[in-house]
């Protein structure tokens, strides 16, 4: 079996970055995929995270509104809260390829692709 997901979309909201305990950077932001067009076109929201150098880099190359590609599998998270059941499906990506030009939201330059082999789980 094989779980591989490339979407291209433009972020919904800027990229929300935390660090786990042992110093892990994670991201989370949403892209949203379009198809068809004028009154029948259908956007699709995808939430998407990602890890470590990939994290840092959206992080600090894109914003709400950029286009990216994303290249990842699905993973479906499930939790309870107050007796009932919640499930998400999200996007963990090990590779984020800017498709804007590059300008840094912060101090410092870096490259248009970036990419993580060694997601942690």
Known sequence: MYN??????RLGRDPETKFTGS???VANFSIATDEGF???KKTTWHS?????KTAEAVQKYVKKGSLVLV??????REWEKDGKKNKAFEIVANRVQFLDKAKPT?????????GDDDIPF
């Open 106 to 114: 912060s101090e410092g330059e870096g490259s248009q692709e970036t």
């Open 23 to 25: 110093g892990k950077a």
């Open 38 to 40: 004028g009154d029948k």
């Open 48 to 52: 998407i995270v990602c890890w470590e």
């Open 4 to 9: 591989h997901v490339t979407l291209v979309g």
């Open 71 to 76: 290249d990842g599998r699905i993973q479906v």
